[in-house]
Nanobody
Framework: EVQLVESGGGLVQAGGSLRLSCAAAGFTFDDYAIGWFRQAPGKEREGVSCLNSDGSTSYADSVKGRFTISIGVARNTMYLQMNSLKSEDTAVYYC????????????WGKGTLVTVSS
C-alpha cells in the first residue's frame, strides 16, 4: 500500500518561510513523478509544483521564484520549500505520486494546513 504522509504545515506571518515534507512508507520516489497541490477554503484544488522522474520541474505561476520542490538524499522524502509566503498561499497542501506530471496523480497524502497571516 502506498502511503504518503505530509508534515511541516503551520501558522506563519506573511513574508516568512516554511518547508513541507512528504514521507513515503516503504519505497522511494526514484521512478515516479511527485507533486504538491493545495486547496484553499472555498476553492478547487490546484497544482503547485511537480517533479518528474527525469528531473524536470514545473511550478504554478503564482509560486514561481518563491517555492522549490525537491527530493531528499534518501529518496523517500520530498519537500516543498516555501519562501516569501503570502496570505493567498493559505491552504491545505497535499503531496501526491504518479507516473508522470502530465497525466495526473494516483496516490495522495492527507494534507497539511498552511496558514499565512497578514
Amino acid at each position: 500500500e502506498v502511503q504518503l504522509v505530509e508534515s511541516g504545515g503551520g501558522l506563519v506571518q506573511a513574508g516568512g518561510s516554511l518547508r513541507l515534507s512528504c514521507a513515503a512508507a516503504g519505497f522511494t520516489f526514484d521512478d515516479y513523478a511527485i507533486g504538491w497541490f493545495r486547496q484553499a477554503p472555498g476553492k478547487e484544488r490546484e497544482g503547485v509544483s511537480c517533479l518528474n522522474s527525469d528531473g524536470s520541474t514545473s511550478y504554478a505561476d503564482s509560486v514561481k521564484g518563491r517555492f522549490t520542490i525537491s527530493i531528499g538524499v534518501a529518496r523517500n522524502t520530498m519537500y516543498l520549500q516555501m519562501n516569501s509566503l503570502k496570505s493567498e498561499d493559505t491552504a491545505v497542501y497535499y503531496c501526491a505520486l504518479g507516473l508522470d506530471c502530465k497525466y495526473g496523480m494516483d496516490y495522495w497524502g492527507k494534507g497539511t494546513l498552511v496558514t499565512v497571516s497578514s
